[in-house]
């Protein structure tokens, strides 16, 4: 039975405006993006095009760096020139900045419209951005709210986030600008969902999507999860970040991984594994953790299953590419598009199977290829 068949696993995602950030459609039927940010001094070039380059490898569809300074949006042209993912440039209060980041050849400024200062600083702002392409986002943040919103309401909450985002929204509006996403993030789970889930009614502009400060990368990754997945699940977002306290890459990693368990988006290879028993005929956790590292460099989407027993394994072969499923004396069974394929023995389990993905991969590309070359001779 194909995935459309199957309505509980339909994912309506939420009708928004779309909108473009550099080379990436944000909103609308476009694919879910995945971004990170930078933690490296943004006027060394050198040290920030190097991990723009590793989040990159991951799968980041684009990259926010801070932009404090002039030596900071001074780089920022020679960073652009260098990568191939959008740059999101990051301002906070000094509008020079934000003219700067968009001349530099910024995709998109962060920005709070109303932290920018005077209706000409906000005018020139919004020229900038119209000269050069560039699209903005409304960040809104519970720990920095408003004074006004915070006397009014008495704490950060999910109506003065929305408030807040709304009322930013409005002076961009104003300048006939509407190029832009908007987020509303907190670090509690409860605050940014309820918040989100307001602003996705409130307005039809696509929303960036994130658990602000989330933690470590264990403690982080599950909060996130838990925020992002409730929001994802009900077809809200457009774009994510996994805020996490790791290297850039690792929240690229585990943004994909949110969307892939969704059905979202696909990138890389699927492991489907068992967590291991007394019945395991293999050692499962080191055989996997070996595996994922073998095959982090295969962007082509797939699905492998490793499980350790006959219990489960044949039948979660069958609804997978490649299967493997421990078998007794240290001989194995290996399924191929979920029909039994042939046995394996210990010693090369996890060579064997990085040998399988690349060629199945090699093989996915090639019918990819003579699709498109096929469809455009017609």
Known sequence: MSTSHRAYRQILRRP????????????????????????????????????????????ADMVRV?????????????IVKAVNVPIVADIHFHYKRAIEAAEAGAACLRINPGNIGSHDRVREVVQAAKDHGCAMRIGVNAGSLERELLERYGEPCPEALVESALTHAKILEDHDFREFKISVKASDVFLAVAAYQGLAEA????LHIGITEAGGLRAGTVKSSIGLGMLLWSGIGDTIRVSLSAPPEEEVKVGFEMLK?????????????CPSCARQQFDVIKTVEVLEERLAH????????????????????????????????GVHQVFLAGQPAHRLKDESI?????????????????????????????
């Not at 307005?203 to 696509?206: I, V």
């Not at 006959?310 to 299967?323: H, L, S």
Request: proline letters at 4%.
């Open 203 to 206: 307005c039809d502009y696509p």
């Open 16 to 59: 928004s405006r779309q909108i473009r950030v550099g080379k990436v459609l944000v909103g609308g039927d476009a694919p879910i993006s995945v971004q990170t940010m930078t933690n490296t001094l943004t006027a060394d070039a050198k040290a920030t095009i190097e991990q723009v380059l590793r989040a990159e490898e991951a799968g």
């Open 66 to 78: 801070s932009c404090p300074d002039e030596e900071s949006t001074a780089a920022l042209k020679e």
């Open 298 to 329: 295969i962007t082509t989407p797939m699905t492998v299953s490793v499980i350790g027993c006959v219990v489960n394994g044949p039948g979660e072969a069958t609804m997978t590419d490649i299967g493997f499923t421990g078998g007794g004396k």
């Open 261 to 273: 368990s969704l059905g979202l988006r696909r990138r890389g290879v699927t492991v489907i594994s």
């Open 350 to 378: 996890v060579d064997h199977l990085v040998s399988l993905v690349e060629k199945k991969a090699e093989e996915i590309k090639a019918a990819q290829a003579a699709e498109e070359a096929a469809a455009a001779a017609e």
